[in-house]
């Protein structure tokens, strides 16, 4: 007999982080990681009464063995329609996490170990965690506190509150924002713009036609590379900077005083690389 519901909910006893994995074809996965002793998973039609969607929850497979938590919904077959199927689950923290999609979005919130996502065209948004690796087609990469971080998106934006450590972040056309980062970065753009906010190590960024801003920078190297996008850093006070710029058609400014090598061990040094063939250079005071 058909219904037109789901209850579809399986709950385990747990006594620390488990090791998530995720596969789900169309819909979205809603993860909380926090201090629990118990882990629910709790699958929906993403539209009520759906039963395409109902049919694909009843062949499901949820199921934990030792510390490994896999939750598997499976595909439509052939040319059929791909219903969405919403996963909300619930897992202590420091949980890692592998989620393998085609267009579904995943949420997850809390505090996780390392975190993986694989997605034809779904958003990522994940909020604290330790390395994390995205990658999707078309979706946004959202991420908040992580300690290292790789992310490559087609024509979605990828944006970090901080990465503790480095960063490897590509986008094809999407822009490209990172708050603050601790250690080296490397990120590429065709044509989106690239913000970095605070940077402590070395940094290598590459546009076509996307601008670039690094709005501080106290040491390492900065290397910023555009065709017909603008290039500008800002350079921390108190720091002993050599700048190697160049621009074919393009402006180029420094709010910078000329000044002799410092003899000093301790002060802090920068780099400043960058080029562009049309568009304008602008070192500035942070």
Not at 40 to 46: C, D, H, M, N, Y
């Amino acid at each position: 007999m058909s219904t037109t519901s789901s209850d579809f909910v399986r709950t385990f006893a747990v006594s620390g982080p488990l090791a998530v994995t995720v596969e789900i074809g169309s819909g979205a996965v809603n993860i909380t990681a926090g201090e629990v002793s118990e882990a629910s998973v709790i699958l929906e039609p993403g539209t009520a009464g759906d039963l395409d969607a109902l049919d694909l929850i009843a062949r499901s497979r949820v199921d934990l063995r030792g510390n490994a938590l896999r939750i598997d919904v499976p595909r439509a077959v052939g040319f059929q329609r791909h219903p969405d199927v919403i996963v909300t689950a619930q897992v202590p923290a420091a949980s890692t996490v592998a989620i393998k999609s085609g267009s579904a979005d995943a949420r997850l919130n809390g505090t996780y170990g390392d975190v993986k996502v694989t997605t034809g065209s779904g958003d990522s948004w994940i909020d604290t965690a330790s390395a994390v690796k995205v990658s999707t087609g078309s979706g946004d990469v959202r991420l908040g506190v992580v300690t290292a971080a790789s992310a490559k998106t087609g024509s979605g934006d990828i944006t970090i509150e901080r990465c503790r450590e480095d960063a490897r972040l590509d986008s094809a056309s999407g822009d490209v924002h990172v708050s603050e980062l601790g250690g080296r970065g490397e990120v590429s753009s065709a044509s989106g713009d690239v913000e970095l906010g605070a940077v402590e190590g070395d940094v290598q960024v590459k546009t076509a036609s996307g601008d670039v801003l690094v709005s501080r920078a106290s040491a390492g190297e900065v290397q910023a590379k555009s065709a017909t996008g603008d290039v500008s850093v800002g350079v921390a006070r108190g720091t002993a900077t050599l700048l190697d710029c160049s621009s074919i058609t393009g402006q180029i400014t420094s709010e910078l005083e000329p000044s002799a090598e410092p003899e000093d061990g301790d002060t802090r040094r920068l780099i400043v690389k960058a080029r562009t063939v049309s568009g304008s250079i602008a070192i500035r005071r942070a």
